[in-house]
């Protein structure tokens, strides 16, 4: 992650979320898919709306912070999506320019104990039928049972391509299954509450995002808070429910991948992240990611 993150209501307010309505879900079409693309250094001001979203980039790296209520961190390559529940306080920075698609899907579809927010492994399924909802809201449905309505080629209107309400139907119901059954990764980094959190616990946290590389241990970064390993040990826990060395892996997967996706070398990534050797960075990162560092390098899509 290349700065931290600040607590909600500061993020730069330069992208408003302005024609969102053209895509609010509803029950007869509760999956809605809206495609942007997105320079690096876009921001979303922070935002809640009634309906969860699964934010997930075709390509490019962005960063989601949300709030419910505790304020979480999710750094998000193309091959992992962001599950944001109805209702949760959100804002989006772009770390590199992507080709971003926000799913909006009514709170009815909300599956089973899924109140929070969670990062989700994308299956070739999933981005597959992601690119099969994307459509032209604007755009007249053809008649059912048309010739071009079950999306054979050249099934374009002026506005580009449609589905047709029989299609879209079982696209969503099988998107929604799949999101359901995804693999989950625990991919964020939490931050104590920017009011009513412990101001030292929050200095050390900040301090870890901005140079996770400049100390190893907690008592290092304790002697800097004016505090004790036992007692911000003590903090980790209590208010982050994690361990110190839990948290600080989850902060440097946040560092180490958008420095992954502009191609620099592993090496380098891994000293950057406090690693004195390549091999020890890699083990931890393919351990708790799944797939090499390399695999992430220059990635232009999954």
Request: aromatic share 6%; with cysteine; net charge positive.
């Amino acid at each position: 992650m290349p700065r931290p993150s600040s607590p909600l209501p500061a993020r730069p307010a330069l992208i408003s979320v302005d024609g969102i309505d053209a895509f609010t879900p509803s029950p007869a079409r509760p999956v809605r898919v809206r495609a942007r693309s997105m320079p690096a250094d876009t921001h979303f001001k922070p935002h809640r709306h009634g309906w969860a979203q699964l934010a997930y980039c075709a390509s490019g790296i962005v960063q989601v912070t949300a709030a419910t209520p505790d304020e979480v961190t999710y750094i998000v390559p193309p091959s992992r999506a962001v599950w944001i529940a109805p209702g949760a306080l959100h804002a989006i920075n772009v770390l590199e320019t992507a080709e971003f698609r926000t799913l909006y899907i009514h709170a009815n579809a909300t599956p089973a104990g899924w109140q929070g927010c969670r990062v989700i492994v994308v299956s070739p399924l999933l981005r597959e039928m992601v690119l099969s909802l994307e459509m032209n809201p604007h755009a007249s449905l053809p008649p059912e049972g048309a010739a071009f309505a079950l999306g054979r080629p050249g099934s374009k209107t002026q506005g580009g391509p449609v589905l047709s309400k029989a299609r879209e139907a079982l696209l969503s119901a099988l998107l929604i299954d799949e999101i359901t059954h995804a693999d989950t990764q625990p991919l964020g980094v939490p931050l104590p509450h920017a009011e009513h959190g412990d101001k030292r616990l929050r200095a050390l946290c900040e301090a870890v995002l901005r140079a996770p590389a400049e100390r190893a241990t907690l008592a290092g970064w304790a002697a800097d808070m004016g505090a004790s390993e036992r007692t911000m040990a003590r903090l980790f826990r209590d208010e982050l429910g994690t361990s110190y060395q839990q948290w600080r892996q989850q902060a440097i997967l946040a560092h180490a991948l958008p420095l992954l996706a502009r191609g620099t070398p592993v090496s380098q990534v891994a000293a950057a992240s406090g690693y004195a050797s390549d091999s020890a960075f890699s083990a931890m990162f393919k351990a708790a990611m799944g797939q090499s560092p390399s695999y992430f390098q220059n990635k232009k899509g999954l």
